[in-house]
């Protein structure tokens, strides 16, 4: 009996959104909700729709089995993008200058997934499920081990403006110090947009923090322009560069 393939939306860091694009558009998104990528149905390079799950006429499917988001396009050979963004983190683990900060950025781009893969344990057995800031805490922490040796928590600051603060983690051999947020309903973009303000200015006289790397995760989706919050106070040109990412985006 021959079947019809249908088209996969997949977002651009190889995430699984909807392997039946034509058949359940009620699944399509625009934006993938564990990293908040683009997502698409076609090869960047010839336009032709990705190969998703194959549907048999008057076969209903009940395994609820999710087809392997595939990495080659079948029509013209070449590599869809989040084949080469594994490629390039592959490579780079086993690199002697390795790249930190990519290294870092995958393990936030994947949080959202983690978080609710662990939810999903055999016989409903206890898990990790993200409440609060101290469980973003204990989750990135355990992530965080899988590439880094020297990780310091609850680092001391110096004092600023009478008071003193702790960061989440210094990275001490990276010259890192990562802040972690979780929004929460009095805890918004301005409040957190606010807060990221002070802590920027407080870590300029950190002597161990050349990247401070601030993490919000957000999965309520209360920040509404992430982007913006992002593209404000990011800073790749001063004597201590800021990155900020906010996970996931795209509600």
Not at 186 to 196: M, P, R, S, T, V
Request: some cysteine; proline content about 4%; charged content about 30%.
């Amino acid at each position: 009996m021959a079947g019809k393939y249908d088209a996969y939306l997949v977002c651009e860091n190889g995430h699984a959104i909807n392997d039946s694009y034509y058949r359940n558009p009620e699944f399509n998104k625009a934006f993938c909700t564990s990293c908040g990528e683009k997502t698409r149905k076609d090869c960047p390079n010839c336009g032709e729709d990705i190969q998703g799950d194959i549907h048999y006429e008057g076969i209903v499917d009940l395994s609820g089995a999710i087809t392997p988001v595939p990495e080659i396009c079948k029509y013209c050979g070449k590599d869809f993008p989040w084949r080469s963004k594994k490629n390039n983190i592959s490579a780079n683990i086993k690199k002697t200058d390795r790249d930190d900060v990519l290294l870092i950025d995958t393990i936030f781009d994947k949080f959202h997934l983690v978080a609710k893969q662990i939810r999903q344990r055999y016989s409903d057995r206890d898990t990790l499920d993200i409440k609060d800031e101290y469980d973003v805490q204990d989750l990135l922490h355990s992530l965080l081990r899988i590439f880094f040796e020297d990780i310091r928590p609850e680092e001391w600051n110096p004092s600023y403006a009478g008071s003193s603060t702790r960061s989440d983690f210094l990275l001490k051999n990276e010259n890192i110090v990562i802040e972690v947020k979780k929004t929460r309903a009095n805890l918004k973009a301005k409040q957190i947009g606010e807060q990221l303000i002070i802590d920027i200015a407080k870590y300029k006289s950190h002597p161990n923090c050349q990247l401070l790397y601030c993490f919000v995760y957000d999965p309520e989706g209360y920040i509404s322009n992430p982007n913006g919050i992002e593209n404000d106070l990011n800073d790749e040109k001063g004597k201590m560069k800021i990155k900020v990412k906010i996970v996931p985006k795209g509600h």
